[in-house]
């Protein structure tokens, strides 16, 4: 009889620490299952004696310290010092992970991270695993449930806490959706420096739902404390605030604008997007009542799928009219005429869930949850000095904040030029970088190595010099 060998064999294998899996002449192994075994050193092939070993993987070359392909012609003359937890030998080790930085300079991961073998192995997983089985909805809710646990994980919350919908923007409509307007509270304070889609979701909203709605103005680019202080008051209901600015990555203190969201009434919503994967958040420390966040920045996933925090204590205070079969107590009581919310967080989960996309989310959060986010966040803060010492080195008008306690993964330099043209031409140039408006975006992650960084603001340089050619 055919069998199919698909990544979960790889994965037993795996667990009884075997090197090998043996298979008949005419069983079928996925391609997913190949490349998965390949990478983690376990061969498959017929006979029942195992084969030789599969090769070591390859170091990468042309993006490890002793390679000159992204040498930079003027060398900073020293980079600050660095005394983070994770070792230069584990960075090195940890960028096997992500084949792309083999060939390029991965710089935009505010905008989308460097694909990983994990997330790669977990979408194919389930690829494997719907061939294989055609429905397998126990094992998909169980991954999926996984998914929830290591968001819950990463910023020091309970599953039960989390829901998963397709975006934030989604995420900002459903907690409209769920307030009570009809008491004093009928403003709803934002920012400037918010991603376009939450102020498009509250202008959408405010008519409709009868609130008043303020924007706090940036100062520069930049929003000062005082300013929560003199906008929120006793008629706000609720505040939505950034945690870092997706133009110029200026990190905002979270955990004192939900204290003084709090100290005049307000709930404060955090978007988180541009943050979690580079800092540390602790939403019972911070005392946030809701956040949100997808995971295709620094946290490794994919697009189409984001995960959302609502304090357990608040949830059930809160009903949600954008809602769905998942959203009820029993979602399987199949009761078209009865709306009976889930006792938690669960009750702003809505429709069928998100399968596909959980595998490899949950993968990609379970990674940086793996490599610690401690030691990212360390790394994050050296690689940010060293990009403000380049650029200030280079002439650059960079717009980020210069005090790395204020900035996050972004370092963003104003150019004259089409800044999406920038992008494509340091994209031929092996650079992957992120435009925004009249912006480019150095986004490095923890595995990008400090000389890339400064080969990527010198090519920047180049490119300005040479009138965008």
Not at 265 to 272: A, E, F, K, P, T
Not at 301 to 307: D, L, R, S, W, Y
């Amino acid at each position: 009889m055919r069998n199919f060998i698909t990544i979960n064999d790889v994965e037993y294998a795996l667990s009884r620490g075997e090197t090998a899996i043996c298979c008949g002449a005419d069983d079928v192994v996925t391609a997913a299952a190949k490349e998965f075994a390949q990478s983690k050193g376990i061969t498959i092939g017929a006979g029942s004696t195992p084969p030789s070993p599969a090769p070591a993987p390859i170091a990468a070359s042309g993006a490890t310290s002793g390679s000159d392909k992204f040498a930079p012609a003027r060398p900073l003359p020293s980079y600050p010092a660095y005394h983070g937890v994770m070792s230069e030998a584990e960075i090195m080790r940890w960028r096997e992970e992500f084949p792309i930085l083999k060939n390029c300079v991965h710089t935009a991961n505010c905008s989308v991270s460097a694909q990983s073998l994990s997330v790669r192995a977990a979408v194919n997983r389930y690829m494997d695993n719907w061939l294989t089985k055609g429905m397998d909805w126990d094992y998909w809710m169980v991954e999926i449930g996984n998914a929830k646990a290591e968001f819950a994980k990463l910023i020091g919350a309970s599953p039960d806490e989390i829901f998963i919908c397709g975006s934030v923007s989604d995420a900002v409509a459903s907690v409209v959706s769920s307030l009570d307007y009809s008491g004093n509270r009928k403003r709803i304070v934002t920012t400037e420096i918010e991603f376009p889609t939450v102020g498009h979701v509250l202008l959408a909203s405010a008519k409709r739902f009868g609130f008043d709605l303020r924007f706090i103005p940036a100062e520069g680019e930049e929003i000062p404390l005082d300013a929560y202080e003199k906008n929120i008051d006793d008629q706000t209901l609720i505040s939505f605030v950034t945690h870092v600015y997706y133009r110029n990555g200026f990190k905002q203190d979270i955990a004192r604008i939900a204290d003084i969201c709090h100290s005049k009434g307000s709930l404060v919503m955090i978007d988180s997007y541009q943050a979690l994967g580079t800092t540390l958040v602790d939403v019972k420390k911070m005392h946030i009542d809701i956040l949100a966040s997808g995971c295709i920045k620094y946290l490794f996933g994919v697009p189409g799928i984001a995960f959302v925090y609502v304090n357990k204590d608040l949830a059930t205070m809160l009903n949600p009219t954008i809602t769905g079969w998942f959203g009820q107590v029993n979602p399987f009581s199949f009761e078209v005429r009865k709306l009976n919310y889930a006792m938690n967080t669960c009750r702003f989960d809505t429709g069928t869930p998100a399968a596909l996309t959980s595998f490899a989310a949950g993968a990609g959060i379970k990674l940086a949850n793996d490599i610690g986010q401690q030691g990212i966040a360390q790394r994050m803060d050296y690689l940010s000095e060293i990009a403000l010492l380049k650029a200030d080195q280079l002439g650059l008008k960079c717009v980020s904040p210069h005090d790395v306690r204020k900035k996050g993964g972004t370092t963003a330099i104003e150019i004259e030029m089409d800044s999406h043209h920038m992008e494509a031409i340091l994209r031929d140039r092996d650079i992957i970088a992120s435009a925004r408006g009249n912006v480019i975006r150095i986004a490095p992650h923890f595995y990008t190595l400090p000389h890339e960084i400064e080969f990527a603001f010198e090519q920047v340089r180049d490119i300005i010099d040479h009138g965008g050619h």
